[in-house]
C-alpha cells in the first residue's frame, strides 16, 4: 500500500504496475499485502489500473476472467 487508495501490485509476467482501489470498495473492503485482486486496465492511462476486485481465500481467480486480456487477477505488494 502506498498511501490515498494506491497500491503497487505484481502481474504474472514479473512486471509491477501501480493501481487505484476503485471509491466503492474503499473503507469497506480490507485490502492488504498479499491479496489476490481483478485489476482492470484505464482506457485513458496505459501505466495506471484500477482494483476492482478482491478475491477471497476459497475463491479461484482463473473462474472470473474468462479469458478475458482486460481483466487480470494481481497480486498486492
Not at 514479473?14 to 485490502?31: S, T
Not at 498479499?34 to 485489476?39: G, P, S
Not at 476459497?58 to 482486460?70: H, K, R, V
Request: charged share 30%; proline share 5%.
Amino acid at each position: 500500500m502506498l498511501g490515498n487508495g494506491w497500491c503497487e501490485t505484481m502481474c504474472s509476467d514479473d512486471a509491477k504496475r501501480l493501481c487505484d482501489i476503485r471509491g466503492k470498495m474503499h473503507k469497506k473492503v480490507c485490502i492488504v499485502a498479499d491479496n489476490i485482486a481483478l485489476v482492470s486496465f484505464r482506457e485513458y492511462q496505459d501505466d495506471k489500473f484500477d482494483i476492482i476486485l478482491k478475491y477471497m481465500p476459497d475463491e479461484s481467480p482463473l473462474s472470473a476472467t474468462d479469458g478475458d486480456p482486460f481483466f487480470l487477477p494481481f497480486v498486492l505488494l
